[in-house]
Protein backbone atom coordinates (compact mmCIF):
# COMPACT_ATOMS: atom_id res chain seq x y z
CA UNK A 1 0.00 0.00 0.00
CA UNK A 2 1.57 2.94 -1.09
CA UNK A 3 0.60 6.30 0.89
CA UNK A 4 2.45 8.43 -1.01
CA UNK A 5 2.19 8.34 -4.89
CA UNK A 6 4.06 10.31 -7.40
CA UNK A 7 2.04 9.22 -10.69
CA UNK A 8 4.03 10.92 -12.75
CA UNK A 9 7.16 8.64 -13.84
CA UNK A 10 8.42 11.43 -16.14
CA UNK A 11 8.05 15.08 -17.42
CA UNK A 12 9.88 17.04 -19.72
CA UNK A 13 9.13 21.15 -19.65
CA UNK A 14 10.88 23.49 -22.38
CA UNK A 15 13.04 26.11 -20.86
CA UNK A 16 11.95 29.68 -19.31
CA UNK A 17 8.12 27.71 -18.92
CA UNK A 18 6.40 26.18 -15.60
CA UNK A 19 7.10 22.87 -14.58
CA UNK A 20 4.74 21.24 -11.77
CA UNK A 21 5.56 18.32 -10.26
CA UNK A 22 2.65 16.52 -8.65
CA UNK A 23 2.11 13.84 -5.21
CA UNK A 24 -1.11 12.55 -3.90
CA UNK A 25 -1.28 10.78 0.07
CA UNK A 26 -3.42 8.31 1.59
CA UNK A 27 -2.46 9.02 5.65
CA UNK A 28 -4.47 12.29 7.08
CA UNK A 29 -1.96 11.70 9.86
CA UNK A 30 0.88 13.03 7.52
CA UNK A 31 1.52 16.99 8.85
CA UNK A 32 4.71 17.66 7.21
CA UNK A 33 5.91 17.48 3.38
CA UNK A 34 8.93 18.05 2.07
CA UNK A 35 10.56 17.71 -1.85
CA UNK A 36 13.95 16.39 -3.02
CA UNK A 37 16.15 16.46 -5.82
CA UNK A 38 18.25 13.95 -6.94
CA UNK A 39 21.00 13.51 -9.65
CA UNK A 40 21.56 9.90 -10.20
CA UNK A 41 24.75 8.34 -8.02
CA UNK A 42 24.29 11.32 -5.16
CA UNK A 43 22.21 11.62 -2.14
CA UNK A 44 18.82 13.70 -2.73
CA UNK A 45 19.08 17.35 -1.67
CA UNK A 46 16.01 19.07 0.10
CA UNK A 47 14.39 21.66 -1.49
CA UNK A 48 11.23 23.02 0.08
CA UNK A 49 9.10 22.07 2.62
CA UNK A 50 5.51 22.69 4.06
CA UNK A 51 3.85 22.03 7.15
CA UNK A 52 -0.07 21.44 6.94
CA UNK A 53 -1.20 24.29 8.90
CA UNK A 54 -0.05 26.19 5.29
CA UNK A 55 -1.44 26.13 1.96
CA UNK A 56 1.73 27.55 0.57
CA UNK A 57 5.59 27.73 0.57
CA UNK A 58 7.72 29.87 -1.59
CA UNK A 59 11.59 30.00 -2.13
CA UNK A 60 13.10 31.91 -5.19
CA UNK A 61 11.85 29.83 -8.00
CA UNK A 62 10.13 26.86 -6.16
CA UNK A 63 7.06 26.85 -4.67
CA UNK A 64 4.68 24.09 -3.19
CA UNK A 65 0.82 24.19 -2.87
CA UNK A 66 -0.88 21.80 -0.79
CA UNK A 67 -4.51 20.64 -0.60
CA UNK A 68 -5.44 18.78 2.49
CA UNK A 69 -8.87 18.04 1.18
CA UNK A 70 -7.23 16.57 -1.68
CA UNK A 71 -4.47 14.45 0.10
CA UNK A 72 -2.59 16.46 -2.58
CA UNK A 73 0.97 18.65 -2.75
CA UNK A 74 2.70 20.15 -5.70
CA UNK A 75 5.74 21.62 -6.59
CA UNK A 76 6.16 24.71 -8.74
CA UNK A 77 9.48 24.97 -10.76
CA UNK A 78 9.31 28.99 -12.21
CA UNK A 79 11.21 29.43 -14.64
CA UNK A 80 12.40 26.05 -15.28
CA UNK A 81 16.41 25.79 -16.27
CA UNK A 82 18.50 23.02 -17.88
CA UNK A 83 20.34 22.56 -14.39
CA UNK A 84 16.95 21.23 -12.82
CA UNK A 85 16.93 17.99 -14.93
CA UNK A 86 16.78 15.04 -12.37
CA UNK A 87 14.27 13.31 -10.70
CA UNK A 88 12.20 14.56 -7.61
CA UNK A 89 10.84 12.68 -5.15
CA UNK A 90 7.93 14.15 -2.29
CA UNK A 91 8.34 12.86 1.27
CA UNK A 92 5.71 12.56 4.33
CA UNK A 93 6.03 12.64 8.05
CA UNK A 94 3.69 11.98 10.85
CA UNK A 95 4.25 14.92 13.79
CA UNK A 96 6.40 12.09 16.40
CA UNK A 97 7.16 9.63 13.89
CA UNK A 98 10.66 10.05 13.29
CA UNK A 99 9.72 7.84 9.59
CA UNK A 100 9.31 9.90 6.56
CA UNK A 101 7.29 8.03 3.56
CA UNK A 102 8.64 8.92 0.35
CA UNK A 103 6.77 8.24 -3.26
CA UNK A 104 8.68 6.68 -6.41
CA UNK A 105 10.14 9.93 -7.93
CA UNK A 106 9.74 12.24 -11.27
CA UNK A 107 12.12 12.25 -13.45
CA UNK A 108 11.65 15.90 -14.56
CA UNK A 109 13.74 17.17 -17.71
CA UNK A 110 14.24 20.57 -19.07
CA UNK A 111 14.87 21.24 -22.51
CA UNK A 112 17.15 23.73 -23.59
CA UNK B 1 32.19 21.09 7.35
CA UNK B 2 29.33 19.60 8.77
CA UNK B 3 27.75 16.59 7.15
CA UNK B 4 27.03 12.61 6.42
CA UNK B 5 29.74 10.94 5.07
CA UNK B 6 29.24 7.65 3.40
CA UNK B 7 32.42 5.63 2.36
CA UNK B 8 33.28 3.78 -0.12
CA UNK B 9 31.31 5.34 -3.29
CA UNK B 10 31.49 1.89 -4.83
CA UNK B 11 31.65 -1.37 -3.13
CA UNK B 12 31.90 -4.71 -4.83
CA UNK B 13 31.34 -7.96 -3.27
CA UNK B 14 31.00 -11.80 -3.95
CA UNK B 15 27.68 -13.44 -3.41
CA UNK B 16 27.35 -15.00 -0.24
CA UNK B 17 29.75 -12.27 2.01
CA UNK B 18 28.87 -9.82 4.10
CA UNK B 19 29.34 -6.25 3.83
CA UNK B 20 29.21 -2.98 5.77
CA UNK B 21 28.40 0.25 4.42
CA UNK B 22 29.72 2.90 6.52
CA UNK B 23 27.49 5.59 7.76
CA UNK B 24 29.20 9.05 9.64
CA UNK B 25 27.80 11.75 10.69
CA UNK B 26 28.83 15.84 12.55
CA UNK B 27 25.69 17.29 12.68
CA UNK B 28 24.75 16.40 15.90
CA UNK B 29 21.29 14.93 14.52
CA UNK B 30 19.97 12.03 16.54
CA UNK B 31 18.03 10.10 14.23
CA UNK B 32 19.54 8.25 11.56
CA UNK B 33 18.02 6.21 8.79
CA UNK B 34 19.36 3.71 5.90
CA UNK B 35 17.23 3.50 2.58
CA UNK B 36 17.83 1.71 -0.08
CA UNK B 37 16.89 2.87 -4.12
CA UNK B 38 16.32 0.45 -6.52
CA UNK B 39 16.18 1.67 -10.93
CA UNK B 40 12.66 3.06 -10.81
CA UNK B 41 12.05 2.48 -7.33
CA UNK B 42 11.47 5.50 -4.90
CA UNK B 43 13.72 5.54 -1.27
CA UNK B 44 13.00 2.31 0.66
CA UNK B 45 13.33 2.26 4.53
CA UNK B 46 15.51 -0.61 6.00
CA UNK B 47 16.29 0.97 9.53
CA UNK B 48 16.24 3.56 11.38
CA UNK B 49 17.56 4.82 14.99
CA UNK B 50 16.12 7.57 17.28
CA UNK B 51 18.86 7.22 19.81
CA UNK B 52 22.22 5.62 20.29
CA UNK B 53 21.54 1.73 21.35
CA UNK B 54 18.05 1.66 19.92
CA UNK B 55 17.20 1.27 16.42
CA UNK B 56 13.55 0.03 14.83
CA UNK B 57 12.77 -1.72 11.43
CA UNK B 58 11.92 -0.79 8.48
CA UNK B 59 9.94 -1.89 5.65
CA UNK B 60 12.67 -4.00 4.15
CA UNK B 61 14.62 -5.23 7.04
CA UNK B 62 15.56 -8.58 6.32
CA UNK B 63 18.60 -9.65 5.15
CA UNK B 64 20.10 -6.42 7.28
CA UNK B 65 21.80 -5.71 10.77
CA UNK B 66 22.53 -2.09 11.93
CA UNK B 67 24.12 -1.17 14.93
CA UNK B 68 24.37 2.26 16.68
CA UNK B 69 27.04 2.64 19.55
CA UNK B 70 27.46 6.03 18.78
CA UNK B 71 25.35 9.19 18.01
CA UNK B 72 27.60 9.91 15.04
CA UNK B 73 27.74 6.15 13.42
CA UNK B 74 25.03 4.11 12.15
CA UNK B 75 26.56 1.24 9.91
CA UNK B 76 24.91 -1.19 8.11
CA UNK B 77 25.64 -4.78 7.51
CA UNK B 78 23.93 -6.13 4.30
CA UNK B 79 24.06 -10.03 4.92
CA UNK B 80 24.38 -13.16 2.58
CA UNK B 81 20.43 -13.75 3.52
CA UNK B 82 19.39 -10.68 1.28
CA UNK B 83 18.26 -12.44 -1.72
CA UNK B 84 18.77 -9.17 -4.05
CA UNK B 85 21.89 -6.64 -2.10
CA UNK B 86 23.08 -5.08 -5.55
CA UNK B 87 21.47 -1.36 -4.97
CA UNK B 88 22.54 2.09 -3.97
CA UNK B 89 22.31 2.79 -0.50
CA UNK B 90 21.66 5.65 0.89
CA UNK B 91 22.35 7.12 5.04
CA UNK B 92 19.87 9.88 5.98
CA UNK B 93 19.65 12.35 9.42
CA UNK B 94 16.74 14.03 11.05
CA UNK B 95 17.68 17.53 12.41
CA UNK B 96 15.12 20.08 13.70
CA UNK B 97 14.34 22.92 10.91
CA UNK B 98 15.81 25.72 12.05
CA UNK B 99 13.25 27.92 14.09
CA UNK B 100 10.65 25.23 12.72
CA UNK B 101 8.58 22.76 14.69
CA UNK B 102 9.54 19.91 12.47
CA UNK B 103 12.59 17.71 11.54
CA UNK B 104 13.70 18.15 7.78
CA UNK B 105 16.19 14.93 6.69
CA UNK B 106 19.32 15.19 5.01
CA UNK B 107 21.29 12.54 3.33
CA UNK B 108 24.58 11.63 2.31
CA UNK B 109 26.31 10.94 -0.64
CA UNK B 110 25.48 6.98 -1.27
CA UNK B 111 27.32 3.76 -1.90
CA UNK B 112 26.58 1.89 -4.93
CA UNK B 113 26.73 -1.72 -4.11
CA UNK B 114 27.50 -4.61 -6.52
CA UNK B 115 27.26 -8.18 -5.47
CA UNK B 116 28.27 -10.69 -8.38
Known amino acids: DQQVKQNSPSLSVQEGRISILNCDYT??????FLWYKKYPAEGPTFLIS?????DKNEDGRFTVFLNKSAKHLSLHIVPSQPGDSAVYFCAASARGTYKYIFGTGTRLKVLA | DGGITQSPKYLFRKEGQNVTLSCEQN?????MYWYRQDPGQGLRLIYY???????QKGDIAEGYSVSREKKESFPLTVTSAQKNPTAFYLC???????????????FGPGTRLTVT
Open chain 2, 92 to 106: ATTGQASSKPYYEQY
Open chain 1, 50 to 54: ISSIK
Open chain 1, 27 to 32: NSMFDY
Open chain 2, 49 to 55: SQIVNDF
Open chain 2, 27 to 31: LNHDA
